[in-house]
């Protein structure tokens, strides 16, 4: 079996995605974006869902990435490219690799910039917490970890809770909103709290659970 084929049997995933063709360059936009957010991944152009080849003018894909790279997302996502033949249809492959500039935003039909990460075959809006993770990252802050009566609370309720929401946290704590978001930034650095998103909302819960 070819490399190609080795590909496409795996179907699509967190780090795949199959497209017949490329329609528009702010939709493909959202994908570049996720995956240069979260830890890269590949499309294959000219595969339909279900792993059946059809093929695809490479010209017009080629071009259709590029626009949504380098015009859709910001900053531009990098990427590299592969032509190849299955049954003398092309396959145009498009390979994204973790960015170390995260956040990339992509631009959507209305102008607005929202930035995506991947989770298994779906594209998720990152959320503001996660926003605050990329901004400490990219300035390489870390802070010293304080103990205060805002994690106090928080960890006394997570005695009695393995999965708090954002809400939630932020009126045991009795911290607005961008002050929650500050909090547990810090505290998913420290490896201290994790967050499970789904899409619609975010869930978060200690990484080394406390007895009660």
Not at 19 to 28: F, G, L
Not at 66 to 76: I, L, R, V
Not at 149 to 177: C, H, M, Q, V, W
Not at 184 to 200: P, S
Request: aromatic fraction near 10%; proline fraction near 2%.
């Amino acid at each position: 079996m070819s490399y190609i084929l080795k590909y496409i049997s795996q179907g699509e995933h967190q780090q795949q995605d199959f497209k017949m063709r490329v329609d528009d360059s702010k939709k493909i936009a959202k994908t570049l974006s996720a995956y240069a957010n979260t830890d890269g991944g590949r499309l294959l152009i000219g595969v339909k869902d279900n792993g059946t080849v059809c093929g695809c003018n490479i010209e017009e894909e080629a071009h259709m990435i590029e626009a949504a790279a380098n015009m859709y997302c910001e900053p531009p996502v990098s990427y590299h490219t592969q032509l190849w033949k299955v049954d003398y249809m092309n396959v145009l492959e498009v390979v994204i690799e973790a960015s170390e500039g995260r956040p990339h935003f992509a631009i959507n039909e209305n102008k607005k910039r929202r930035a995506y990460v991947r989770q298994a075959d779906r594209n998720i809006v990152a959320n503001g917490v996660l926003l605050k993770v990329w901004q400490h990252e990219a300035s390489r802050h870390e802070g010293n970890f304080e103990y205060d009566l805002e994690k106090e609370k928080l960890f006394d309720k997570f005695k009695t809770r393995e999965y708090l929401g954002f809400f939630a946290i932020s009126r045991i704590t009795k911290l607005n909103p961008a002050q929650t978001e500050d909090m547990l930034a810090q505290l998913i650095q420290w490896e201290v709290v994790e967050m499970e998103m789904d899409g619609k909302k975010s869930m978060f819960k200690l990484s080394h659970p406390v007895s009660s």
